[in-house]
């Protein structure tokens, strides 16, 4: 019995031991809070003094010990997670229910806080032991205390946040935005640091705002700064703040701000800017570009991602060099590590010291592998209890404050592109959220694309989209914010087949093609998919997008299965034929077919009646059954724009064909058309709700002259949607551009596109009663070819957002702009940019072309001139002084660079020539400029 009681006692004791500190932690909550609370009140003061020693020896030209650094980043790491404990514990009440949540909650909160308090003791003691003569080891390399971020390179932000607020008399509101982890908080308190001890600003007060802040809280954090008296009354510690401020010259650094806060309300004295002899200053950060507007900034600094040598720099400080040094394949591995993380200071500096104990290559290539895979979160291995200091968790602020779930929702579908693809904003991302049905087309298809571009503009001014400039304005998603938008949609890495993105091959796993909801196949060089099985009632597959795989012809076996299917992007593949196992798919909703070489559609396309977008542009399509079109009563959108030429004898009967099926479509927003006669425009623009979006218009053989105004102009239908028009092979010798006398305001607001191609007999382009920026209030492209008869486009001087200028064989052509409106309007020129826009002008077999305007024009946006067999052209209308900073001119004319002429020797070098042996182009030389800054 007596070893029995011994083997108990063995048992029981430590249970026993558990289970009596496990209701110490229910008893002591608020005991262990209040140590946690004073001893960190002790660090805080401890930190204070170290600070104090750093800002007098950095004055000096000293910079701090790595050690006092490392101290100081984990002070701050710990005062954060506790204001943070302290904020939850006042949040709740205590009881006496043990099953209340808010009792389990404090159980939670004190056994955290009994952890963390162990940390702060063990903090204290570094302290201690620290001794302030290590604040000034070294020579100063930078003005940075906390993240080496750019330990050897001018910080130009830090420059110019010192200047507007020393230099700016006018700018009281500064603000410094970008993405999460970008190093904002970084550089402000590098302000905070520079501007301590400088007699200018007394005082320099750094706050911290956060997503919950309040006036109450912003204030207490103030009187605490400046050691002012305390009130529990909002508007007595107002007037205090006030009182104390309001003859000094100060600067608030206001960090992490979320919404607009209301300073005067705080007690900050206005106005800001120079106020007799003071100067009152505010400096905020935020990632939101909206916040800077409803702050009322006046200057902003937009912080963006490090450049590769300050990245791989950080990076490898954070490693430490033990590591790096510790294998001759780790520095390698190294530099691709910091590729994956693009710059995300808050990444590189967690995944350097993730991989700080890993000295095996085998771990940095399998981090690597993750990292590819777009699962960053588990390189950085973060405990449950830690989660919130992790990357994602960190960045997930930004998609957690965007204004709405469809916000959101349009954010997470962006993930669905590859790695570093550019996103065009209309071709790509917004029919996509259309097919997704996170766009609502109502009565106008143009309302439609405003709300996209809204919807766009929203998650660039969150940071969570890059804008990208080109001929096709397209949009970028960081690495690190694909990622965890992926990690998002897999429910925080638990359910990984949710949404899959393949970059090299189609998965041949069968459970992936019927439980993933979406696959992307995007430009991924397939040929073919794989068979897929037959088990149509499990398929959960909702999306597939399998566009810019040239070599895909067939859709493979069994393809049917996959009837869950409601959005099919197939666009830019390599059909020759409609793939008919898409007939089957009675549930689809969008389909783009777009960019294939197919001669005509099948009956069966009829039966897919649940149908609201079919994309079938420039397919060459010529044959389509009677009455197909007239069956898919859901169609909102329909895209038969052809723009490839034409097959005359079939085109002018399909057109008629359809003209009359369209009738039968009541909800049809969105028209894509090819028409050949003015009969055919006349009875389109009778069609009733039809809204014509993309226009072709081919060979009017029975007219010499054609009026935009007269056939269409002044439909209200078509002034609010068309955004292309092409007019191909018309025997007109005069375009005509005239105002609408009944209808004088009329004007194509959402016309971007404008093509005039093979009329050959095209004289002039005549304006009556309109100018151009009236009427082409938008035009952003402009292509004329084929037009032997033109002398010039002079007009395209008053195109006030022309982009892209293209003109091709055009054997008269002698300049672009003529000499004489030159000479009219240089005085305006000389002293107002004209070409505000133009990011590309292109020019080829122009064999009389000798001018393309004159030099005293200005063209700031202008990034590349391409020119090709134009022999006579021995000018560029550049001078010192009007050469844009990114200008690349690129020609495949031998010898054209060389025999041109220089009015100063000076613009020739300040150009730079692109070299064809240094840089692959592409096949289509327009798509040259898609690859340009």
Not at 322 to 344: C, F, M, Q, W, Y
Not at 617 to 644: E, F, M, N
Request: glycine share 4%; net charge negative.
């Amino acid at each position: 019995m007596e070893p029995l009681c011994k083997v108990a006692d063995v048992i029981m004791s430590p249970l026993f031991n558990f289970v009596k500190q496990q209701l110490k932690y229910f008893i002591n909550a608020a005991d262990n809070m209040r140590d946690l609370e004073s001893n960190t009140r002790r660090l805080i003061a401890k930190e204070k003094d170290a600070q104090v020693v750093i800002e007098a020896t950095e004055r000096k030209g000293k910079t701090p010990s790595h050690q006092l650094l490392g101290w100081l980043d984990e002070v701050e790491a710990t005062k954060a997670d506790v204001d943070a404990m302290v904020e939850k514990y006042k949040e709740r009440f205590l009881c006496l229910n043990c099953f209340s949540p808010n009792c389990w909650s404090n159980y939670s909160l004190s056994k955290t806080a009994a952890e963390k308090l162990v940390e702060v003791r063990r903090l204290l003691e570094e302290g201690e032991k620290l001794s302030p003569t290590q604040a000034a080891l070294t020579p100063a390399q930078s003005l940075a205390r906390e993240e080496p971020m750019l330990p050897s390179s001018p910080n130009p932000n830090l420059e110019e946040a010192l200047r507007c607020i020393k230099e700016d008399q006018e700018v009281g509101m500064i603000g410094i935005w970008g993405m999460g982890g970008a190093g904002k908080t970084h550089l402000l308190k590098q302000i905070n640091n520079f501007l301590k001890g400088d007699s200018a600003f007394e005082p320099v007060i750094l706050v911290t705002a956060s997503q919950s802040c309040t006036t109450e809280t912003i204030q207490m954090q103030i009187v605490t700064n400046l050691n002012l008296q305390q009130s529990n009354d909002a508007t007595e510690q107002r007037n205090i703040i006030f009182k104390f401020l309001k003859n000094k010259s100060f600067v608030l650094l206001l960090d992490d701000l979320w919404a607009r806060l209301d300073l005067q309300d705080v007690g900050i004295p206005f106005p800001l800017g120079v106020v007799g002899e003071c100067t009152r200053k505010v400096v905020l950060t935020t990632r939101l570009e909206t916040v800077c507007g409803d702050m009322e900034v006046r200057r902003t600094i937009k912080m963006e991602c490090l450049n590769y040598d300050d990245a791989l720099k950080l990076f490898l400080d954070k490693v430490g060099t033990e590591t790096i040094n510790s294998h001759p394949r780790i520095p390698s591995l190294a530099e691709d590590v910091v590729k994956e993380l693009e710059g995300l200071p808050l990444a590189l500096i967690t995944i350097g010291r993730s991989m700080y104990p890993k000295k095996d290559p085998k771990q940095w290539e399998y981090a690597i592998n993750l990292l590819k895979k777009s699962r960053l979160h588990e390189v950085e291995k973060h405990s449950p209890e830690d989660l919130q200091n992790s990357t994602f968790y960190r960045l997930k602020f930004s998609y957690d404050n965007l204004k709405s779930d469809t916000l959101r929702e349009c954010f997470l579908s962006c993930s669905m592109w590859p790695e570093d693809f550019l996103i065009k904003k209309e071709e790509d991302l917004i029919k996509c959220w259309m097919g997704l049905g996170l766009i609502e087309v109502f009565d106008h298809i143009a309302d439609a694309y405003n709300t996209g571009h809204e919807l766009i503009g929203d998650l660039i001014g969150a940071c969570l989209l890059e804008d990208h400039e080109g001929v096709f304005p397209s949009v970028r998603m960081h690495d690190v914010l694909r990622d965890m938008a992926l990690w998002i949609v897999h429910d925080q890495g638990k359910n990984k087949n949710k949404w899959m993105v393949f970059e090299h091959e189609a998965p041949r796993d069968q459970e992936i093609w019927h439980k993933a909801e979406r696959i992307t196949l995007i430009e991924s060089k397939i040929e073919a998919l794989p068979p897929i099985a037959t088990a149509p009632s499990s398929s959960k597959l909702t999306t597939l997008m399998l566009s810019g795989n040239r070599k895909l012809r067939e859709l493979g076996d069994n393809f049917g299965a996959l009837v869950a299917l409601t959005y099919l992007d197939l666009s830019l593949c390599g059909f020759v034929h409609f793939p008919k196992e898409i007939c089957g798919l009675v549930q689809l909703q969008y389909l783009n077919l777009a960019h294939n070489r197919m001669p005509s559609l099948p009956e069966e396309l009829g039966s897919l009646v649940n149908l609201k977008f079919l994309i079938l542009r420039d397919t060459g399509i010529h044959a389509i059954p009677q009455g197909v079109i007239a069956k898919l009563k859901s169609l909102q959108v329909l895209d038969l724009y052809h723009s490839w030429g034409t097959i005359d004898k079939y085109l002018t009967d399909l057109a008629s064909q359809l003209l009359e099926e369209l009738e039968c479509l009541n909800n049809l927003k969105g028209l894509g058309i090819c028409i050949e006669d003015t009969s055919q425009l006349n009875r389109l623009v009778e069609l009733p709700n039809v809204s014509v979006r993309w226009l072709f218009i081919s060979t009017l053989e029975n007219s010499t002259s054609f009026s935009l105004s007269t056939s269409f102009l002044g439909d209200k239908q078509i002034q609010i949607n068309l955004a292309e028009i092409r007019f191909i092979n018309c025997n007109v010798t005069q375009v005509v551009l005239e105002g609408n006398h009944q209808h004088p305001t009329c004007h194509l607001r959402a016309l971007e596109t404008f093509k005039i191609e093979g009329l050959h007999c095209l004289e002039e382009i005549i304006w009556k009663g309109v100018v151009p920026e009236e009427l082409f209030q938008a035009l952003r492209e402009l292509y004329v070819s084929g037009c032997d008869n033109l002398k010039s486009i002079s007009w395209v001087l008053h195109l006030p957002c022309l982009t892209s200028l293209m003109a091709q064989d055009c054997s008269s052509m002698r300049e672009l702009i003529a000499d004489t409106v030159e000479k009219e309007e240089e005085k305006e020129i000389t002293s107002t940019p004209t070409f505000r826009c133009l990011r590309e002008i292109y020019l080829e077999y122009l064999p009389e072309m000798v001018s393309i305007c004159h030099s005293a024009f200005a063209f700031p946006a202008l990034c590349c001139i391409y020119v090709h067999y134009c022999p006579k052209l021995k000018k560029l209308p550049f001078r010192p002084g009007n050469i844009p900073s990114k200008l690349l001119v690129a020609s495949y004319s031998k010898g054209w660079w060389e025999g041109l002429e220089w009015e100063d020797s000076s613009v020739k070098t300040s150009i730079q020539l692109f070299d064809k042996e240094e840089r692959e182009v592409s096949e289509s030389k327009r798509l040259i400029f898609c690859v340009l800054p």
